[in-house]
């Protein structure tokens, strides 16, 4: 293995290993043994070769730790102080990027150049309005003075679910917030300082013109993913149909549009050159092809946003033409190392990205499958060799980060690949260049037959496999069977590489026993989705907030988790009422997981629930039903009673019990349905009770606790709510009346066991701590 590869990839592992931990290690322990290995791997390297080998694998291990480290101690500092959340400061800085424009708001990054002490360096804010035209539209280079209030960075945390916090520290982001009306803000300089300022302009400037040229199409904001790298406005559905047939690195800028880029124009410009006798002269052709591709490609990266894909193919056509000039031609395994080891040096948050592990796998993939092959093989047998290895090599990698993979991908890349990277990417890329609507007129076009053949091939149940999550050992051990098995033939142990991957099919879903459940209250911010899992049914309770823009707690929360856990599809969908942090995701869970059984306070075919007219079972008191042993009760509202105007009165709320104890699932039940319960003898002592209305003081009335006198309170609310839920006087009364208190702003996703016992299984900021994660503080919200 060549030296770079030896040193690369320990490097990588080291500092995965750092963003692994829940707590900072010091820097020292890391800088003396690297002190001393250096030096004995230099001194060993000729004398004793193998003994060499191992310190330099062990030196750069320790050193990608020692280099995360370093970065990540210079980088926390520069966070949000505590105590100038929910205050109103004036800041001075940079717009930076591209703003991003949706329904309600405009978000973007911001560098700040004069602020008092304790607010970081860069901040994410939004102003908000109802449409673009009537609300501040920032533009990227231009230096503002804003009143703005700040958080701490703060977000979600489920199982199986993204993680908020990790992406902001990732961007350097210290804190985001919002913009203030009062004081107005303050435009300080609408010229772009710098050339990174600049390039963002010209991509804003594109992405404008790519809107206006096709203000109805339905790709408007595909093809401005592939001209400028934005891809914040593409629909979910088209991300689904996407992720079905395994495209989705076409969508964004991947190494390999890159690759296309540097051909075309290297071509053009070796052809053109060619034909001016002094030009040739003074460079070869094929000198004046690679140096200009690769400075074509340059500026596509630049355009395109710098993505960790575009980075290493940027550098490994670099050093691919450095062999045009003479220098050290290197082997592609060695060039992908030395890759590596750039864009970590850089940026050691890469490795919390997927698109860095999918970006380099692949290519790592395809040198892996041609190892060792001397005979010339076609271009038919080649390729169908370069699916076979991204379709099997790249498995563990796709369950591990997406957790699907699809099995009509090789079909669908074979026409996709070419389609896209042929005919759209030019036609996007020449009206970059020369701003002439018919070429996105026929970009569009083409995408949207190529989209109607992408349909066909995803409708089908069986085209994306989606098992549920399996442990990261088995990811891991799945992941050296298939590169094993895309090693040559000669090499030994095929049967158990299969062996090895079979698992991955087979590993079963860990459930409760009989007469068992397990509940998952999950982090959804200021909503409630709540799951409960018996031996063999699955029921979802409220399914979240909308959170705007196309964006809700099912498609990022719900869907994810479920998929993760294996609850597809559901038994049953209970929706509480119409209010949107409790309905706000429930299409997206329908439409992705599928429900047998919907039922709720609602009516199928009311505008505010859009589910398609299918059949909503009524909520009444009185229902209940058993499931492998665990009694399941509708508690309120009363038979016959017509839904409130306000909904809250007229919230489902269901109890499910067992042998050890029970749960009271209270949705928004405001006082006037804590009365009917009590008056109509429906409530009983339970072990844990998600709170009504989010802790709200419209609800928990004394009696009401007293009746059920829970050993647990659950409180679902977001970080520093605007309707400070919990309330204080509730939180004195359940804590008067002996119930522990847990909340998913401070402790993420909450996890139970009922079974011989009722045991708290798992906090999920405990569970997946990092060391980046702010520690809670209780601080009054604003």
């Given amino acids: 293995m060549p030296p770079v590869v030896l040193a690369s990839l320990p490097f ?103 602020a008092e002490p304790g607010v970081p360096s860069r901040l994410l804010l939004a102003v908000y309005g109802s449409s673009r035209g009537g609300r501040l539209s920032p533009h990227p280079g231009e230096r503002w003075r804003f009143a703005v209030r700040l958080k701490r960075p703060h977000g979600t945390l489920n199982p199986h679910g993204a993680d908020f916090e990790a992406w902001m520290f990732s961007q350097g982001l210290g804190a985001n917030g919002y913009v203030r009306q009062a004081p107005p803000p303050l435009r300080l300089a609408a010229g772009p300082e710098g050339l990174a300022a600049r390039v963002d302009r010209l991509r804003e400037a594109v992405r404008e013109s790519i809107v206006r040229a096709l203000p109805e199409s339905r790709w408007q904001a595909l093809l401005v993913a592939l001209a400028v ?26 190494g390999l549009h890159v690759v296309i880029w540097a051909v075309i124009v290297g071509a053009l410009v070796a052809a053109l050159w060619r034909r001016v006798p002094a030009l040739a002269l003074r460079l070869p052709a094929q000198q004046a092809g690679a140096l200009l591709g690769v400075v074509a490609s340059l500026i596509y990266c630049a355009l395109a946003g710098w993505g960790v894909p575009a980075q290493r193919s940027l550098l490994m056509l670099a050093v691919a033409a450095a062999a045009r000039f003479g220098w050290r031609k290197l082997s592609p395994a060695s060039s992908l190392g030395l890759v590596l080891l750039v864009v970590l040096v850089r940026d050691p948050w890469a490795v919390s990205g997927k698109g860095f592990w999918l ?42 980060l997406t957790g699907q993979v699809s099995l009509v991908a090789p079909l669908a890349n074979a026409v996709a690949i070419p389609v896209v990277t042929m005919l759209v990417l030019p036609l996007v890329l020449g009206f970059v260049l020369l701003p002439w609507t018919p070429l996105l007129d026929l970009a569009s076009l083409v995408f949207d037959v190529l989209a109607s053949g992408l349909e066909v091939l995803a409708r089908p149940q069986w085209a994306v496999w989606q098992p549920p999550a399996p442990p990261a050992l088995l990811l891991l051990v799945a992941g ?7 090693l040559p033939r000669r090499i030994p142990g095929k049967a158990a590489a299969w062996a090895l991957l079979l698992p991955l099919a087979l590993w079963p879903v860990a459930r409760p026993a009989f007469g068992q459940f397990e509940l998952t209250l999950l982090d959804v911010g200021q909503g409630l989705a709540a799951h409960v899992r018996t031996r063999t049914h699955d029921l979802v309770f409220d399914a979240g907030p909308s959170y705007g823009g196309g964006s809700d707690a099912g498609q990022s929360i719900l869907v ?35 429900a047998r059984r919907l039922i709720g306070s609602v009516e199928a075919g009311d505008a505010r629930l859009a589910l398609g007219g299918r059949r909503v079972e009524p909520c009444r008191r009185g229902q209940s039903w058993d499931w492998d042993g665990v009694r399941f009760a509708i508690l309120n509202p009363e038979a016959g009673a017509a839904l409130a105007k306000n909904g809250n009165t007229t919230s489902c709320v269901m109890k499910v019990s067992t042998a050890s104890g029970s749960v009271f699932l209270a949705a928004d039940a405001d006082l006037a349905a804590e009365a009917g ?58 804590r008067l009346a002996g119930a522990r208190a847990l909340r998913t702003d401070r402790d993420g996703a909450l996890r139970f066991a009922f079974g011989a016992r009722v045991e708290l299984v798992a906090r999920w900021r405990q569970v997946a701590r990092r060391y980046w994660q702010t520690e809670w503080l209780e601080t009054a919200p604003h």
């Fill in 12 to 114: 990588c592992l080291g500092i995965y290993w750092l963003q692994c931990q829940a707590e900072l290690p010091p820097l020292w322990p890391a800088a003396l043994p690297l002190s001393l290995a250096v030096p004995l791997c230099a001194f060993f390297w000729r004398r004793r070769p193998a003994l060499a080998r191992i310190l330099l694998i062990l030196s750069f291990l320790v050193g990608g730790a020692g280099w995360a480290i370093w970065r990540a101690e210079l980088r926390l500092p520069d966070r949000l102080s505590a105590e100038l959340e929910g205050r109103d400061l004036i800041v001075e800085g940079r717009v930076e990027g591209l703003p991003r424009w949706s329904e309600r708001s405009t978000s973007f990054q911001f560098e700040v150049l004069k």
């Fill in 229 to 254: 790298g934005d891809q914040r406005g593409v629909p979910a559905d088209q991300w689904r149909l996407f992720a079905r047939t395994g495209i989705t690195h076409l969508v964004s800028i991947s």
């Fill in 359 to 400: 970006s380099f796998g692949a290519v790592a993939l395809l040198l892996c499958s041609g190892l060792g092959r001397l005979k010339r093989e076609s271009a038919l047998s080649g390729w169908l060799r370069a699916q076979w290895a991204m379709l099997l090599g790249m498995l563990p990698a796709l369950l591990a």
């Fill in 480 to 486: 050296f069977a298939a590169i094993w098995l895309l």
């Fill in 560 to 594: 994810p988790y479920l998929r993760g856990e294996g609850a597809m599809p559901l038994d049953a969908l209970v929706i509480s009422h119409y209010d949107s942090d409790h309905s706000g995701g429930a299409v997206s869970v329908v439409d992705a997981i599928g």
């Fill in 677 to 734: 319960m009590l008056a109509a003898g429906a409530l009983a002592p339970t072990t844990v009770l998600v709170a009504p209305h989010h802790g709200s003081h419209t609800s928990s009335g004394a009696e009401f606790i007293t009746a059920l006198s829970p050993r647990w309170v659950l409180y679902s609310v977001g970080y520093r709510n605007r309707f400070g839920h919990p309330h204080a006087e509730v939180a004195e009364r359940y």
